[in-house]
């Protein structure tokens, strides 16, 4: 049986769900995340930053960007999250202008050398995990990046099947 853990990073606060904004409880790959994880009977562990982005999504779309273009180094709280216990990550994210967030970033640059195998789950407002993939491989160039699973934020409610036969496809689950 293999040891698995769910890490995700996640957007408090707005989001454009459906067809109007909207303050949600939990972003939507949180939402996903707990999904799968429970599933997969998994651990769970949220990459939670020190100053959190804006609830506000026009603010966190601005600050969003500006992290990403400036590579800045957003701390990210503490952990004794020890990766090298762990067969294979299952890392989800929102996707960013084509790519994943800042704190993924920096989260992936302190972990790179323990993480062995990577299954990505990803939500996005409907573009394509873009270039999201090609910069997991680059931050982790170690890992073995399985196939990933892409679905849109606002419409989870629908995509039990497709989260099912992802974990089966990727043998996580019978
Ligand atoms: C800063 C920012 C940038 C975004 N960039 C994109 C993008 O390039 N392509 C896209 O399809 N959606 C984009 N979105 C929408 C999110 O990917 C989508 O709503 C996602 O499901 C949010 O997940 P979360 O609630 O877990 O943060 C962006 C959202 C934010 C806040």
Redesign the pocket.
């Known amino acids: 049986m293999k040891r698995l853990i769910v890490i995700y990073f ?2 408090q606060g707005e ?2 769900n459906k067809d109007h904004f909207e303050v ?1 409880k939990e ?4 939402h996903l995340a707990k999904e799968i994880s429970s599933l997969l009977k998994s651990h769970i562990f949220e990459i939670k930053m020190v100053h959190p982005y804006p609830v506000s ?1 026009k603010e ?2 601005a600050l ?2 500006e992290d990403l273009q400036k590579n800045s180094p957003v701390e990210l709280e503490k952990t004794k999250l020890d990766l090298k216990a762990f067969d294979g990550i299952i890392l989800g994210y ?5 790519s994943f967030p800042q704190p993924v970033k920096v989260f992936l640059n302190e972990h790179k050398d323990e993480v062995k195998d990577i299954y990505p789950f990803i ?5 394509t995990p873009a270039h999201s993939l090609d910069d997991l491989a680059s931050s982790c160039p170690k890992a073995q990046i399985h196939p990933a699973l892409s679905l849109v ?1 606002s419409s989870l409610d629908k995509d039990d099947e497709q989260i099912k036969n992802w974990l089966t496809k990727n043998n996580l689950i019978n």
Not at 27 to 30: I, P
Not at 94 to 98: L, Q, R
């Open positions: 996640s957007h989001e454009y949600l972003g939507f790959t949180a999504y966190c779309l969003g960007q929102p996707i960013w202008f084509g939500t996005s407002g409907g573009g934020g």
